[in-house]
């Protein structure tokens, strides 16, 4: 099955520490995304990327970091320079840049 | 940065009544649309695109364009309760082919 799978589901972390998200997609789209949701709140984009080796910074980039080495991949790691880290996190894809993006299931993640 | 518009609710329906939610837009270039639904806890999932002045249909859902007045919005006939979810309208911004999303509209189908 074609689809985006985000890994873990849920996740805690101890204040200080670095914490990577998986996100992987086989659906060969060129474009992925890191959205971040908070409580009640709508999305805001972390860092998206449209190419291999190459990525963007969203509105709220501050404190995370991505790498994007293959087509497949787009992980992004939580460092301890974000304040408050603890929110739903949302992976995304689309074919191109101007068509409608899929998601992943998200990966909730809570600082202990 | 360009905005798109929803109210935020809930808006509380009837069973089997329709299901109107509404997005405005800052962008007059914008030319791609989206509906999402997302269940609460879940991630969002595509209903509908529309990409044209007017209507477009899909079941029980339908999308209405009207590019002049810059608002999309979504039609739910029949609602179910299984309708009841927050919907996001999304646009693609012209400049730099980036989707813009709205906070979204609580829906709640009574039955």
């Known amino acids: 099955d074609g689809g985006i799978t985000q890994s873990p589901k849920y996740l805690f972390r101890k204040e200080g520490q670095n914490v990577t998200l998986s996100c992987e997609q086989n659906?060969?789209?060129?474009?992925m995304y890191w959205y971040r949701q908070d409580p009640g709140q709508g999305l805001r984009l972390i860092y998206y990327?449209?190419?291999?080796?190459?990525?963007q910074k969203g509105d709220i980039a501050e404190g995370y970091s991505v790498s994007r080495e293959k087509k497949e991949s787009f992980p992004l790691t939580v460092t301890s320079a974000q304040k408050n880290p603890t929110a739903f996190y949302l992976c995304?894809?689309?074919?191109?840049?101007?068509?409608?993006?899929?998601f992943g299931q998200g990966t909730r993640l809570t600082v202990v | 940065q360009k905005e798109v518009e929803q109210n935020s609710g809930p808006l509380s329906v009837p069973e089997g009544a329709i299901a109107s939610l509404n997005c405005t837009y800052s962008?007059?270039?914008?030319?791609?649309f989206f509906w999402y639904r997302q269940y609460s806890g879940k991630s969002p999932e595509l209903i509908m695109s529309?990409?044209s002045n007017g209507d477009k249909e899909d079941g029980r859902f339908t999308a209405q364009l009207n590019k002049a007045s810059q608002y999309v919005s979504l039609l739910i006939r029949d609602s179910q309760p299984s309708d009841s979810a927050t919907y996001l309208c999304?646009?693609?911004?012209?400049?730099?082919?980036?989707?813009?999303w709205g906070a979204g509209t609580k829906l709640i189908i009574k039955p």
């Open positions: 995304a894809s689309s074919s191109w840049v101007n068509t409608e993006a899929f």
């Open positions: 659906l060969n789209h060129d474009a």
């Open positions: 990327s449209q190419i291999v080796n190459d990525f």
């Open positions: 962008d007059r270039v914008s030319q791609s």
């Open positions: 529309i990409y």
């Open positions: 999304a646009v693609i911004q012209d400049s730099n082919y980036q989707l813009i």
